[in-house]
C-alpha cells in the first residue's frame, strides 16, 4: 500500500525520508539511491519486436486463406495471378504492422510528457540536473511554467497553484499548500499539499520533497492500467473472420461435388481436379481484403477533410456502430476556456457569456466601471497586443470580462501603477494591490465572496457608496447561492481609499467597499448540445465522465440535456467504486454523468459498458483517459488539447477537438460498413453464378463453360474494379436516423444471403441459357459458345454491379452517373474484356474469339435480365406497400 504522505507533517515526512527541508539530500546519498532504486522513467512493458509485429499480420484466418490460393494459382501456371494475390497480402501485412506499431508507442509518448530537466536542491545547494537522475528524498524547486518532475510532498507553498487537468481532470488550476491533510481516502485531485509527475505549475514558488519516482508515481500507475489493457478485434474483423470460415467451408464444399459430378460423368480425374481447385479459387473473393482496406481509406480521408484523423483503418466501421460515447468535460463537451458568465452588481444581475454590450453597461455603471478595474489590475494575466489573455485561467476570464468592457489594461496600469501586493494564498483566498492614481492610494481587492463580504462595510450602488446594511447583506448573499447553485465559480470585487502607503497589509482588506460578483465557468461548447442530440436520434448515449465536482459536472450535464428519463442519474467515483461488478453492469445504464473519477474508474466504467454489450467510444485529451481510451472499442483523442499519450492510445484524433466532429466520423462509418456490404453481396452473388455454372454443367455433362484461366481472369480483374469503386459510394441521407447496428450482427445479416443466392442463380441460369443455345445455333462450335457464356457471364455482373449500390433504393432512383468511379471501374472491365476478345494474341492466351452484333444483342438480354427481375419486384413491393396503406385508411 503507497504511503499516505498528504497526512504527516513535513517534519515527519523529511525524516521519513532521510533528508534535510533546507539542504536536501547529499550527491553521495542521492548517487546511492539512484542505483538502488533505479532511474525516474517509466519503463515499459514487455516489447513485441517489429518482426514479430509484421508476422503476426499473416496469422489471420483471411490472409492464410488467401496464401493458399496463391499457392494453387501458381500451381495452375498462374503466375501473374498468384503475384497479385501474393501483393493484396503483402500490402495489408505492412498496413497492419504500421497501425499496431504506432500503438506500441504510447508509453514512449507518455515518457515524453515527463519534465527532462528539473531544479533541486543538494547539499544545500541548487543546481538543475535531468529529471531521470531524481530520487525519493531530493528536494525540488518549483516555479510558475515548471512541469513537476515526479510525485512530491510540499515542503513550502507561496501563491503555487498547479494545473492537474491532464492527470485528474479538473479545468481549474488547484491551489497548494504545505499543512498537513486530515482524511486518508483522498483522490490526487483533493490532495492539496502534494504535487504529482506531469502536472504543470501555473503560477507562484514552492518547493518540495519527491516522495516516488518513475512507476511508482501516479503517472506510473496510469502507465500500468495502460500495460494491463488487452484489445480486442473490432466488430469488422470478427464479421470479417466470420465470412472466411463460412467461405473455406464452402468451397471445401463445391470442390468435392464438382469434383464427383465431374469424374461420375466421365471426365478425366486430373483435369476435374483443375477445375475443382479453380473453382475453389474463385469461391474466395481474392478482393476482398483490398477492397475493404480501400473502402476504409477512402472514409479515412473523407473524415481527414471534416477534421477527424484515423489512426487504424478498422476503427471507421467501428465508431459506426458505436452505441455509447463516454466523453470527458473539459475541453471536449466545454471549451476548456474559463469564461464570465454572470456578473451582480447595481442591485442587478449582469448576464455577459456572450461578451455583447459589455461596455454599453460599464459606461452607465460606475460601480461595474471598478469593478472591471479591479479585474484588470489586481491580476497577475496579461493582454497582450492581439488581445490575447495569458495567466491564470481564473485571472484571465476576468481580465477578457474587462477587456469586453473597454478597458486597455496596459493603459490602466500606467494609470494605476501598482505600488504594491498582497498576494493570494489558499488560505487568505483573496489577493489585494495597492494602486496610485488621480484618486490617490487605492486598495483593489479579489477572492472568495465570503471572505470579502465579511470584510466590507459599504457597497457601491450605482454612483453611490452607501453602508452595507444586514438586508443588502441577504441580498447578495442570496445572489451567491444563486450563482453557486449554477456551478459558477464566484469571486467578488471590493475597493477601498488608502491614506498613505505605509500602512499594513491587513489595513488594505478591512473596511472595503463591495462592488460587485463575477461567476465564471468553462461553458458548454456551442455545438455540443445538438451534437448530442444528433447522437442520440442515432441511437447513441453520451455519457459524460469528468474530474471536476458533482455539482458542476451536475450543471454542465444539464445545459447539453444529457439528463434523460432512462439515464436520469449522477454518479461520484467513489460511489461506483463502492458498487459490485454486477451493480456496476446495472447502474451504469442509468448514469449520463460521472464526477470525480479516477483514471481507474473511467477503465472499470468502460468495462462495465462493455460488459452490457456495448461497442463503447471513449473521447479524452489528458493523460488521466489514456487507459480508458484504449481499452474503448474506439478511442478518440483531442488534436488541439489533448496529450501524446492519449493520442498515440486512440484510435482517432479529433483535430479541431469538436464533438461534432464525432457524430460525422459516425454517419462516415455507418456508410463504409454499407459499402462493405455492397461490395461482399456484388462479389459473392457474381462467384455464386460462376460456380453453379461450372456445377450445373458439369453435373449435365455439357463441355465446360469456362476454363480456368477465365475464371480468374473473371474473378480478379471483372469483379475487383467494380467492387472496389463501390466503396467509393457517398452514405445514404438518412443513415443517421437508424438506430446502431448490433455488434452481434452478422455480415450476411438484413437477407443479404438470400439476395446474393438469387442472383447468382440467376446469373448462372442465363449464361447456362446462352451456353446451350450458342451450342445449338452454332453447331456445337464450343469455342464460340465459351466465349458468349464467359461475355454474358462478365457483363451480367457489370450490370449488377449498379444495384448493389443500395439495399433500398433502386437503379434508377439513385441516377447512374452518382458513383462517377464506379462508371468508371465498369467501362474499364468491359474494354479490358472487349481486349480478350479481338486481340489475337489474347484471344489465343484467354481461348476466345470474335462476336457479332447479333451475338451482343443476344449477351444483354440476358445480361439485364436480373436488373429486369430487381426493378419488377420493386415495383410489386411498392404496389403491395400502397395496396395495404390504402386499407388501413
Avoid at 98 to 123: G, I, M, N
Amino acid at each position: 500500500m503507497a504511503e499516505l504522505w498528504h497526512l504527516k507533517p513535513v517534519g515527519t515526512v523529511v525524516k521519513e525520508l532521510g533528508t534535510h527541508r533546507e539542504r536536501g539530500l547529499s550527491h553521495g546519498e542521492a548517487a546511492q539511491r539512484l542505483k538502488r532504486l533505479g532511474p525516474n522513467r517509466l519503463v515499459e512493458g514487455k516489447k513485441i519486436s517489429p518482426l514479430a509485429l509484421f508476422v503476426n499480420q499473416f496469422k489471420d484466418f483471411m490472409v492464410l486463406v488467401l496464401l493458399v490460393s496463391t499457392g494453387v494459382s501458381a500451381l495452375l501456371g498462374e503466375v501473374v495471378d498468384a503475384l497479385a494475390i501474393l501483393a493484396i497480402v503483402l500490402l495489408n501485412a505492412v498496413l497492419g504492422f504500421v497501425q499496431e506499431y504506432r500503438a506500441e508507442r504510447s508509453l514512449e509518448a507518455l515518457k515524453k510528457l515527463t519534465a527532462p530537466h528539473c531544479k533541486v536542491v543538494r547539499d544545500g545547494e541548487w543546481q538543475k540536473i535531468p529529471a531521470h537522475a531524481l530520487v525519493p528524498g531530493d528536494l525540488v524547486i518549483l516555479e510558475a511554467g515548471d512541469r513537476v518532475p515526479a510525485d512530491g510532498r510540499l515542503v513550502s507553498a507561496n501563491s503555487l497553484s498547479v494545473d492537474e487537468s491532464t492527470l485528474t481532470g479538473e479545468s481549474v488550476p488547484t491551489s497548494k499548500h504545505s499543512e498537513p491533510l486530515s482524511s486518508p481516502n483522498l483522490t490526487p485531485a483533493d490532495q492539496k499539499n502534494m504535487v504529482f509527475m506531469g502536472t504543470l505549475v501555473t503560477r507562484g514558488v514552492g518547493s518540495a520533497v519527491i516522495t516516488a519516482t518513475g512507476m511508482d508515481t501516479e503517472m506510473g500507475r496510469i502507465a500500468h492500467l495502460i500495460q494491463d489493457t488487452t484489445s480486442l478485434e473490432t466488430p469488422l474483423q470478427r464479421r470479417l473472420s466470420q465470412l472466411g470460415k463460412a467461405l473455406i467451408a464452402g468451397c471445401l464444399l463445391i470442390v468435392a461435388a464438382v469434383f464427383a459430378a465431374g469424374v461420375w460423368k466421365g471426365f478425366p480425374i486430373y483435369k476435374m481436379f483443375m477445375v475443382g481447385v479453380t473453382l475453389a479459387v474463385a469461391a474466395i473473393p481474392e478482393g476482398l481484403p483490398a477492397v475493404v482496406t480501400i473502402a476504409l481509406a477512402v472514409g479515412v480521408q473523407r473524415m481527414a477533410r471534416r477534421s477527424a484523423i484515423v489512426r487504424q483503418l478498422p476503427a471507421v466501421e467501428t465508431l459506426g456502430c458505436a452505441t455509447v460515447i463516454c466523453s470527458d468535460k473539459t475541453g471536449t463537451l466545454t471549451q476548456n476556456r474559463m469564461t464570465a458568465q454572470r456578473v451582480w452588481v447595481d442591485e442587478g444581475v449582469l448576464d455577459v457569456r456572450d461578451g455583447k454590450g459589455i461596455q454599453g453597461l460599464a459606461k452607465a455603471s460606475g460601480a461595474f466601471q471598478r469593478l472591471l478595474r479591479v479585474c484588470a489590475l489586481c491580476t497577475h494575466a496579461q493582454a497582450h497586443s492581439n488581445k490575447e489573455v495569458v495567466g491564470d485561467p481564473t485571472e484571465a476570464a476576468l481580465l477578457r470580462l474587462a477587456l469586453q468592457g473597454g478597458v486597455n489594461q496596459a493603459r490602466l496600469k500606467s494609470l494605476y501603477p501598482v505600488v504594491r501586493e498582497v498576494p493570494f494564498d489558499s488560505e487568505r483566498k483573496r489577493m489585494a494591490v495597492l494602486v496610485e492614481g488621480k484618486e490617490g492610494l487605492q486598495s483593489l481587492v479579489k477572492g472568495a465572496p465570503d471572505i470579502i463580504l465579511r470584510r466590507c462595510s459599504h457597497v457601491r450602488i450605482r454612483d453611490q457608496v452607501i453602508p452595507l446594511n444586514p438586508l443588502l447583506r441577504q441580498n447578495i448573499s442570496a445572489q451567491l447561492e444563486g450563482m453557486t447553485a449554477q456551478a459558477l465559480r464566484v469571486l467578488a470585487c471590493a475597493e477601498k481609499a488608502v491614506p498613505g502607503p505605509n500602512v499594513p497589509d491587513t489595513y488594505l482588506e478591512q473596511g472595503l467597499t463591495f462592488l460587485g460578483l463575477v461567476g465564471l465557468m468553462d461553458p458548454p461548447r456551442p455545438e455540443a448540445r445538438q451534437a448530442i442530440a444528433t447522437a442520440r436520434k442515432a441511437g447513441i448515449r453520451t455519457i459524460m465522465v469528468t474530474g471536476d465536482h458533482k455539482q458542476t459536472a451536475a450543471a454542465i450535464g444539464a445545459q447539453l440535456g444529457l439528463l434523460t428519463p432512462e439515464a436520469p442519474q449522477i454518479l461520484t467515483g467513489t460511489e461506483w467504486e463502492s458498487l459490485s461488478e454486477r451493480e456496476q453492469q446495472r447502474e451504469v445504464q442509468r448514469t449520463a454523468v460521472f464526477a470525480r473519477v479516477t483514471p481507474a474508474h473511467k477503465l472499470s466504467i468502460v468495462k462495465a459498458l462493455k460488459a452490457n454489450g456495448e461497442i463503447v467510444a471513449m473521447t479524452g485529451d489528458g493523460v488521466n483517459d489514456a487507459p480508458a481510451v484504449r481499452e474503448a472499442d474506439i478511442g478518440i483523442s483531442m488534436g488541439i488539447q489533448g496529450t501524446d499519450v492519449t493520442r498515440e492510445a486512440s484510435a482517432m484524433v479529433l483535430t479541431d477537438d469538436n464533438y461534432a466532429t464525432i457524430v460525422n466520423a459516425v454517419g462516415e462509418g455507418r456508410g463504409i460498413y454499407d459499402n462493405i456490404r455492397k461490395f461482399i453481396r456484388y462479389l459473392l452473388a457474381c462467384n455464386v453464378g460462376e460456380v453453379l455454372t461450372m456445377f450445373v454443367a458439369t453435373l449435365g455433362g455439357l463441355p465446360l463453360p469456362l476454363i480456368p484461366i477465365q475464371i480468374l481472369w473473371m474473378n480478379l480483374v471483372t469483379d475487383g474494379l467494380p467492387a472496389i469503386a463501390l466503396g467509393l459510394d457517398s452514405a445514404e441521407e438518412d443513415i443517421m436516423e437508424r438506430p446502431p447496428r448490433s455488434p452481434k450482427e452478422g455480415v450476411f445479416a438484413r437477407r443479404l444471403h438470400l439476395k446474393i443466392l438469387f442472383t447468382g442463380v440467376v446469373i448462372s441460369a442465363c449464361t447456362l441459357a446462352v451456353f446451350l443455345f450458342s451450342l445449338w445455333y452454332y453447331a456445337g462450335d464450343v469455342l464460340k459458345a465459351r466465349t458468349l457464356a464467359f461475355t454474358t457471364l462478365v457483363s451480367a455482373q457489370l450490370v449488377y454491379v449498379f444495384q448493389c449500390r443500395s439495399e433500398k433504393h433502386s437503379i434508377f432512383e439513385l441516377g447512374l452517373w452518382g458513383n462517377l468511379p464506379l462508371v468508371g471501374a465498369v467501362l474499364v472491365s468491359g474494354g479490358m474484356h472487349a481486349a480478350i476478345l479481338y486481340h489475337p494474341a489474347l484471344q489465343e492466351v484467354f481461348q476466345t474469339t470474335g462476336l457479332s452484333l447479333d451475338d451482343w444483342l443476344l449477351v444483354l438480354v440476358f445480361a439485364m435480365t436480373s436488373l429486369f427481375l430487381d426493378t419488377l419486384w420493386r415495383m410489386l413491393k411498392t404496389s403491395v406497400r400502397k395496396h395495404f396503406s390504402m386499407v388501413k385508411v
